[in-house]
């Protein structure tokens, strides 16, 4: 079993749909959790970061935690176009900043 | 602007051959820097974690003879592949820790075709 699981996708919407991507994981020990954007070769972009559970918000971005039964959730409101990418979850044991656990990332298509 | 630069963005070369892939950080001294190994559709896989002035740590299964790092300076790191392969073929980014801001800044990777 991966540490990490994510759904790879790809996930189609049309422009303007509320999308909703998720990661699992194994180890409790995780204790802060990133979302990144990465277009096609290129390096991952940090999109969201979170502590504690519950949820973060940051524009159409929103990010929640349920470490309980250890599910992580990023929600994007209004998609657009440009969102289409790659998003993957990460994950760490001490810290944003530190060695990260990576899902296998989700493929989004926003369509016009 | 980017505050890694990791260059080249690409490069072919020939079985048998060394690489080297740089990654700088611009705005700040990155005393922690990660190199990662993507295939397609796969995640990121973390090859090793490279200090300023000291080894650099590699992840289980990783050859180490294989995937020189050398962290010498605070703003560079560089991996270098040695004897390459087809198999090495693969995109490599790297990552610089910026610890007041608990974030991990990316290059723009670099895809290494062996040919």
């Known amino acids: 079993q991966k540490e990490v699981e994510q759904d790879p996708g790809p996930l189609s919407v049309p422009e303007g749909a509320i999308v909703s991507l998720n990661c699992t994981y194994s180890n409790s020990a995780f204790q802060y959790f990133m979302w990144y954007r990465q277009y096609s070769r290129k390096g991952p972009e940090l999109l969201m970061y979170?502590?504690?559970?519950g949820n973060k918000e940051d524009g159409r971005f929103t990010a929640q935690v349920d470490k309980s039964s250890k599910y992580i959730s990023l929600f994007i409101r209004d998609s657009q176009p440009s969102d289409s990418a790659t998003y993957l979850c990460?994950?760490?044991?001490?810290?944003?900043?530190?060695?990260?656990?990576f899902g296998t990332g989700t493929q989004l298509k926003v369509e016009l | 602007g980017a505050v890694v630069s990791q260059h080249p963005s690409w490069v072919i070369c020939k079985s048998g051959t060394s690489v080297k892939i740089e990654c700088r950080s611009l705005?700040?001294?990155?005393?922690?820097m990660f190199w990662y190994r993507q295939f397609p559709k796969q995640s990121l896989m973390l090859m090793a974690t490279?200090?300023?002035?000291?080894?650099?740590?590699?992840e289980q299964g990783v050859e180490k003879d294989k995937f020189l790092i050398n962290h010498a300076s605070l703003t560079l790191s560089t991996l270098t592949v040695t004897s390459a392969h087809p198999e090495d073929s693969s995109f490599y980014i790297c990552?610089?820790?910026?610890?007041?801001?608990?974030?991990?800044?990316f290059g723009s990777g670099t895809q290494l075709s062996v040919l």
């Open positions: 979170t502590y504690s559970s």
């Open positions: 990460a994950m760490s044991f001490t810290g944003g900043g530190n060695k990260l656990t």
């Open positions: 490279s200090n300023e002035g000291s080894k650099a740590t590699y």
């Open positions: 990552s610089a820790s910026f610890p007041r801001l608990e974030k991990l800044f």
């Open positions: 705005d700040f001294q990155a005393t922690t």
